[in-house]
């Protein structure tokens, strides 16, 4: 059975950085699509990055370029996200999901999901 698990999440100030990691079990990130997705209460789930493992492409939401790296690390069998230069509007659950093709920032297609890691960002 296929599982996704987030973690790194935490509290952190305006203008801090925090690292989150995706492990999969039965399932290993090659050839695929790993996105990470966030949501924050009363609002829509929204796609903020996504790394083609087949050729290490990537994919990010305007409103986090420049600031968040997605990448992958094989050994590992995870796809980690970078946050640097927090933002309080960065605030939200952050999702892993995975897809087999059709890499994009939507939440539309993606099998599988993790549960999720809070991220809080304060002034």
């Known amino acids: 059975q296929v599982q996704l698990a987030e973690s790194g999440g935490g509290s952190v100030q305006a203008g801090g950085s925090l690292r989150l990691s995706c492990a999969a079990s039965?399932?290993?990130?090659?050839?695929?699509?790993v996105a990470w997705f966030r949501q924050t209460p009363g609002k829509e789930r929204e796609g903020v990055a996504v790394i083609y493992t087949g050729d290490g492409s990537t994919i990010y939401a305007d409103s986090v370029k420049g600031r968040f790296t997605i990448s992958q690390d094989n050994a590992e069998n995870t796809v980690n996200l970078q946050l640097n230069s927090l933002k309080p509007e960065d605030t939200a659950m952050y999702y892993c999901?995975?897809?087999?093709?059709?890499?994009?920032?939507?939440?539309?297609?993606?099998?599988?999901w993790g549960q999720g890691t809070q991220v809080t960002v304060s002034s």
């Open positions: 039965g399932y290993k990130f090659s050839d695929n699509c």
């Open positions: 999901a995975a897809r087999n093709f059709g890499c994009n920032l939507s939440t539309y297609g993606y099998n599988y």
